[in-house]
């Protein structure tokens, strides 16, 4: 098993700027992949920022490519995503994933964190 825990959501003007972080516990050593979701208010969960923690690879949502960014700390077992030039939009409740070898890069999560509202004030 895997546990996660989200955090650095909050209020934000837009234009403005967020850090999210991720800390994984438990199996992480069988991790493959770590990601970002969220989901708005009446709308279904998407797909947001994927990282894997060996040969860093990584994908971006279309709508957010270019204003966020995902990184990892391995010996700390946290994912990173820095969110910029946020919009309206943007607001929702961010989930944190973890996928275990095997899953389908970059969309098949097994593990998921409880959440952390973002709100983008315009």
């Known amino acids: 098993q895997v546990q996660l825990v989200e955090s650095g959501g909050g209020l934000v003007q837009a234009g403005g700027s967020l850090r999210l972080s991720c800390v994984a516990s438990?199996?992480?050593?069988?991790?493959?992949?770590m990601g970002w979701f969220r989901q708005a208010p009446g709308k279904e969960r998407e797909f947001v920022a994927a990282i894997t923690w060996t040969n860093l690879y990584i994908h971006y949502a279309g709508s957010v490519k270019g204003r966020f960014t995902i990184a990892k700390d391995t010996a700390k077992n946290t994912v990173f995503l820095q969110m910029s030039s946020l919009k309206a939009e943007d607001t929702a409740v961010y989930y944190c994933a973890a996928s275990e070898p095997g899953s389908r890069w970059p969309y098949e999560y097994d593990y998921w964190g409880q959440g952390t509202q973002v709100t983008v004030s315009s």
């Open positions: 438990g199996r992480t050593f069988s991790s493959h992949a």
